[in-house]
């Protein structure tokens, strides 16, 4: 029996899979799909913005340089300077295919951030994601298996059972990370509720007979939308049809063609489709992020427009929230509702993302009334604090938790905070347990932090800008728990992290060590 069973091999299952693995549990993900990656993933229509907060993510596990190379984005994203003011965003994104002017953007306008070596994003294709996940999931010991296709799943008090053909794969909790399209979702009885589509999407590569007709870029038009890619013959159209595309096959040349014309207003030929594949902008989110020992995380628990690219983002975001808080509930560590707090965080967060989804095909729909409020739309992004405003959210600068404290820096992802040694934050984060960095100069909290010496690394010194904190104490997930001021309470970081990280123990398990008993796992509804 392993602790977790994932059901999903793509960038989401894979990086739960990763933080998993870090908290020292046993791990089994199984994918359907027998190969890594798809061409479509692997070609320039597969490619995705990685928000700033996702980027952080992989630079706080050690993982960003090698994702860099894998994705072959180091000369296209500059990062922050080390010293001085933040630099200004280089890539701004877009809102319904009205791109963001990066020069309007007032980077000292954005929460608590700090200069540092992370970028500010960085496109990358999927498959590069999953390349990158994949091999630090093996080196920490996860165990994947491919062409498996679930069919069945039980559970009980003592633990969950997914079924495949003729095999049972046994575990003592089971997460879905499937997608959309969720088998796990279904077979675990999450309801499911939303709003239906209002178009379909198409994305192909295919031979243009006449591609001097499209203009390469975003094109948002009086029939829908169509982004012509720099690379030749890479297309994606936005068809407001209701959604009534039949996408159990894929779209003929003809289809394709069609389509085309019409978003586009032009009488474009397609000679040969190479690849095709079609979406919609259904939105829709389950009620509950778990029952009893099965939980979702990514598109299995929510599902919109790729619009922005958001689905990919929020998706690590779950992995990463959940992750520490499962892995310490194996481990037996954790504090009574820890795991409940994962959905308590999170499904607001997926929330708010289906609505800017539904926000931009709202406007983007082919009728006076949308289009009146398009040029409303326009004007303000072209403006300073409308610039500032959409970036904020398509870098998830604006996700805040709300953990009781009206400390600004709590519940926000931690600012990279660099010590006068050269070292900063993000370095300290690669074995995924909490932080608490002590700026104090008498080391006020060095006793208490020794009492969660095997789930909190403790850290003394001089930060180059601490914000005006003494200290913060910083969750396996980079999520500020608990700020101080410049005499750091010693009884209000006790409190948080017993919250957090469960009693003290000072001679406590370490990561990687052997777990807990079942008995100390925690089921509810």
Known sequence: MH???????????????????????????????????????????????????????????????RLLTESGAQEMFGAAPEAGAPSRPRLGGHFAGMMLDGDRIDAAALPFRLPGPVLESVATDLKAVETV????A??????????????????????VVARAGANAYEARWLVGCDGGRSTVRGLAGFEFVGTEPQLTGYTMLATLTDPEKVSPGFHLTRTGMYIRMPAAGYVAMMDFDGGAFDRSRPPTRDHLQAVLRRVSGTDVS??????????????MQTTAYRRGRVLLAGDAAHIHSPLGGQGLNTGIGDAVNLGWKLGATVRGHAPDGLLDTYADERHPIGAAVLDWSRAQVAIMRPDPYAQAIQAVVRDLIATRDGATYVFEKLSGAWIR?????????????APDFGLADGTRLGDLMEDGRGIVLDFSTDGRLRTSATAWESRIRYVAGVAGNDLGAGAVLVRPDGVVAWAGDRHPDRAAFEQAATRWFGAPATAGLHPGSAPSSAASDRVGA
């Open 3 to 65: 602790d977790v069973l994932i059901v999903g091999a793509g960038p989401v299952g894979l990086a739960l899979a990763c933080e998993l693995g870090l908290a020292g549990c046993s791990v089994l993900v199984l994918e359907r799909e027998p190969d890594l990656g798809s061409p479509l993933r692997a070609a320039p229509l597969g490619r995705r913005g990685l928000s700033a907060a996702s980027v952080e993510t992989f630079y706080r596990r050690g993982m960003l340089e």
């Open 270 to 283: 397609i000679g040969e489709v190479h690849l095709a594949s079609s979406f919609t902008d259904r939105a």
């Open 138 to 159: 093996s080196k920490l010991g996860v165990e994947i298996r491919r062409g498996v296709t679930v069919s069945a799943v039980s559970q009980n008090a003592e633990g």
């Open 401 to 413: 938790y709300d953990l009781g404290s009206e400390h600004p820096l709590v519940g926000r992802s």
């Open 133 to 136: 996940l994949s091999e630090q």
